[in-house]
């Protein structure tokens, strides 16, 4: 299991995500987002929107998601 926040996936808090790979901390980070998005969360709608201009660009977001995934893979597994 290894550990990244709510930030490190493009949000707005410092929630911890736990999980083995990275498509599933993305889901759950995802998960959280649409929850915080529902609340009405400023911070959170901020965040997103900044997402969905980034989604725009299908090579930005890529680049984007790429770039998360080698962070999660550089991280060192939870003790
Ligand atoms: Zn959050």
Redesign the pocket.
């Known amino acids: 299991m290894k550990t990244m926040t709510?930030k490190q996936l493009g949000?707005?808090?410092d929630?911890e995500f736990h999980a083995g790979t990275f498509e599933e901390i993305a889901g759950m980070s995802k998960k959280?987002g649409m929850e915080?998005f529902q609340a009405g969360d400023a911070d959170?709608l901020k965040a997103m929107n900044e997402m969905m201009e980034l989604m725009k660009s299908p090579d930005s977001m890529n680049e984007w998601f790429e770039n998360k995934r080698k962070e999660f893979n550089t991280l060192p597994e939870d003790k």
């Open positions: 709510c949000g707005a808090c929630k959280h915080m959170h």
